[in-house]
């Protein structure tokens, strides 16, 4: 029809999820929100198990690997750190048994 226009938009690469893996209780991915912490992610997976060790907290964000020590940041000691799409976490373990999640060992 006259005077109608059609637009696509098709977005290649960008999860909106998060991904929690390691010692959280429900490890999986999670729908990312705006303002999302890494506190607020551990916390979507159903928070740390007893062998979680919170001060080796793992962020993959843009090929790039931070370490953060979520516990000094619960207590308020250091800035909160912010999740963005498609970020990896993995919160480091104790004991060093393996765990999978879709076929990927970590």
């Known amino acids: 029809a006259a005077g109608v226009t059609s637009h ?6 960008v999860d909106e999820n998060v991904f929690m893996l390691g010692c959280v209780q429900k490890p999986g991915r ?4 705006s303002r999302m912490s890494v506190l607020m992610g551990i916390a979507s997976a159903g928070g740390l198990t007893k062998d979680a060790l919170s001060q080796q907290v793992y962020i993959v964000s843009d090929q790039q690997l931070i370490l953060v020590d979520a ?11 912010l999740l963005k799409a498609g970020d990896v ?4 373990c104790r004991s060093e048994r393996v765990k999978m999640y879709e076929g990927i060992a970590y």
């Not at 976490?89 to 480091?92: D, N, S």
């Open 8 to 13: 696509t938009s098709i977005r290649f690469g």
């Open 30 to 33: 999670y729908p990312w929100q």
């Open 71 to 81: 516990t000094k940041i619960a207590r308020g000691e250091t800035n909160a750190v």
């Open 89 to 92: 976490v993995v919160v480091g």
